[in-house]
């Protein structure tokens, strides 16, 4: 019983641990942050591709970000909780964002699945898995 407490106590220990933003690839940094711009140029009524098109000096690379930005808003359960720019941690989304990001670059779409396991529907995961592929093939 005692290792079966040691696991419990591990695992509520992680729970209460956000995963650090300087952890992630280049590529899931890029995401995370623009997804946290997206936020704000929503909040402010704003359209967020200029200035990601210029963060990224790519234009294609600003609508991919949005597009996946926009899909998440639609096939997500909740609203989506991002942290400040300046934020090291990741909230529980973009924890689950990382991890998908994660699987998808590298082609692992079991892995992709699993990120989500339980929390989004399993039919919504290929539109997901398309804006993920096709943010990272931009990025990368």
């Given at each position: 019983m005692p290792a079966a407490l040691d696991h419990a106590a591990a695992t509520i220990?992680?729970?209460g641990r956000s995963p650090d933003l300087r952890a992630l690839s280049l590529v899931g940094v890029k995401v995370i942050t623009a997804l946290r711009l997206c936020a704000l140029a929503e909040r402010d009524g704003l359209d967020p591709a200029p200035d990601l098109a210029r963060r990224f000096h790519n234009l294609e690379?600003?609508?991919a970000v949005v597009d996946l930005a926009q899909t998440m808003?639609?096939?997500w359960p909740e609203p989506i909780m991002v942290n400040r720019p300046c934020c090291l941690c990741l909230s529980p989304?973009?924890?689950t964002l990382a991890n998908m990001l994660r699987a998808a670059?590298?082609?692992d779409r079991a892995g992709?699945?699993?990120a989500m396991a339980g929390f989004i529907r399993a039919d919504r995961h290929?539109?997901?898995w398309n804006a993920c592929v096709h943010v990272i093939a931009l990025l990368a």
């Open positions: 220990a992680a729970l690379a600003a609508f808003a639609r096939v989304d973009e924890a670059a590298r082609a992709f699945g699993d290929e539109a997901l």
